[in-house]
DNA sequence: AATATTTCTAAACCAGTTCTTAAAATAAAT
DNA sequence: ATTTATTTTAAGAACTGGTTTAGAAATATT
């Protein structure tokens, strides 16, 4: 969840008409999520994008839910995992919160307390996040420029210059990115937490703004990729 | 709960067969707890000791759960809360969780679920209780300066001064975390346990106490980091 | 139990900075 | 040529931080 943006929620439900629902009153709470229709093709994704939460049904083909919860848990001790049940046998229940739940809510729900619950996980979760997190020093040496993200300065030949938050930010994005294209729509969203026209204008105020602080390098660049976005880039020396 | 010592559990019920229930219940799970029969009992007892989390009954006569439950939010903003209810609404679980609740549990509930429940807020819980009582030495030493936390005194060059309480919390978190950043957010969460408007301002004004602290040494200073937070940090000499 | 003292919060004000919007100039693609 | 995308500059809005102060709340003292 970077910065003010919408958290990001895995949705595991096999019941088609039910995650559709879901998936709705989810856009409509302000989330965006992932759809998955089984425990495999959950898992899979989960490998590869960064949920703020999981939502997890327990009976589903392939692979159930609890298998799956218990995986998620061992790669990330601290996601919040919430399970959805039918048939709540108590044992069932039980094993769910023993492989690491945090919520558990038996169906038929209200969507309105299904909400609220998560809330509660995203709440606890980033005090938990915010408590523990000093930001980990984040210093690039590019050529003689020295960047350093975590105390927002850039450093030239003893010439120190503070750079603002979202400069940072941006600097950052794209000093991870070296050599990637990054779409606008990625930038944007990454940054700014949305993509509309103004924003995408001020995107480019602050292209420029870096483009002046790069330039104290003569190796490396912002180049625009037309129609699509930029990248960070060595420059050609031909 | 300090360290392998059990979870202190302030239970709140007025049906008696179901309270003594729960506190068997508990002392058989290896939590103490305390119990009272109504809310206004209840929060007397809270004012003055300490619980890690508090089992309350929506429907209780003088005072009901839910706003003992706000009393005891408005004073303790990370404390656990978990609501036992007879007749769920649905708002009045959604105001549950509005004014801070944790958890939910409509009767008549499986006692081994409101076990696993308990156990999951605690398990949350204790995180930030590691972090927060991570012992430390007490007294500083910066320059010329001696800074005694827990005695609460700063010393120079023989002049002893006294200093707050919120005023120590502040300087040994810094200390803690000399040359990080500390994001506003974890500053005020650490101190404060909230983090809104009035709260952040005021932490302005705690800075401001500080560096007239910290300016007794010359070697060190806090220094700002626009719109993310604070450092300690030893003075550049350039 | 009343009073004094200290500490904390809320508020106002100002200064500084950062961000957004706008608009004009330039470049690239069709 | 014309449209669409990008670059640049600039003004003011919005936000953030520093400082002081008055009164509320908490604590200590008589």
Partial sequence: MTKDTAAHILLVEDEKPLAALLKESLKLEGFTSRYCKDGEEAWDIFKS???????????????????????????????????????????????????????????????????????????????????????????????????????????????????????????????QHKNQVLTRNTILLHVWGRDDFYTARNLDVYINKLRKIIKLTDQTEIINIHGTGFKLADKLTS
Same sequence: chains 1, 2.
């Fill in 49 to 175: 994008e960064k949920f703020d939460l999981c939502l997890l049904d327990v009976n589903m083909p392939k692979m159930n839910g609890i298998e799956l919860g218990k995986l998620i848990r061992d790669k990330d001790a601290f996601v919040p995992i919430l399970f959805l049940t039918a048939n709540s046998s108590e044992q069932e229940v039980l094993d769910g919160f023993e492989i690491g739940a945090d919520d558990y809510m038996t169906k038929p729900f209200s969507l309105k307390e299904l909400n609220a619950r998560i809330r509660v996980l995203l709440k606890r979760s980033q005090t938990q996040r915010n408590f523990i997190a000093t930001a980990t020093p984040e210093v690039f040496q590019i050529d003689n420029l020295t960047i350093d993200i975590s105390n927002q300065f850039i450093k030239h030949a003893d010439d120190i210059k503070k750079i603002s938050k979202t400069e940072a930010e941006l600097l950052k994005l794209f000093i």
